[in-house]
């Protein structure tokens, strides 16, 4: 059976620094292309990082690139995600996801994810 369980979420202020987790069981993790997602009251699931299988290429949306590092142990099948500089408008759950056949040209889009952890909130306060 297919586990992705984040962690580490909370409540931190502006500026300051929350590092997540996801732990992957029930598929060969190295196989899966991984991602990070997010979803802020009211809004769509939105992009927030991806990397590769094994060559640990790493993507990041916009909104995040500069604060945000995202890096994977295919030797403990888990992801992380370093967020620094938070803002309030970081605010959202945080998903981790694992896509078969992901590429940099897909990564972006959330219907191509086959697994899904049930998301971990990050709440940042001014």
């Known amino acids: 059976q297919v586990h992705l369980v984040e962690s580490g979420g909370g409540l931190v202020q502006t500026g300051g620094s929350l590092g997540l987790s996801c732990a992957a069981s029930?598929?060969?993790?190295?196989?899966?292309?991984m991602a990070w997602f997010r979803q802020a009251p009211g809004k769509e699931r939105e992009f927030v990082a991806a990397?590769?299988?094994?060559?640990?290429?790493?993507y990041y949306a916009d909104s995040v690139k500069g604060r945000f590092t995202m890096s994977r142990d295919n030797a403990k099948n888990t992801v992380n995600l370093q967020m620094n500089s938070l803002k309030s408008e970081d605010t959202a759950v945080y998903y981790c996801?694992?896509?078969?056949?992901?590429?940099?040209?897909?990564?972006?889009?959330?219907?191509?994810?086959?697994?899904w952890g049930q998301g971990t909130q990050v709440t940042v306060s001014s």
């Open positions: 996801s694992a896509d078969f056949n992901g590429t940099p040209v897909t990564m972006r889009d959330r219907a191509r994810y086959e697994y």
């Open positions: 029930g598929f060969t993790f190295s196989d899966y292309w």
């Open positions: 990397i590769s299988r094994t060559t640990n290429d790493r």
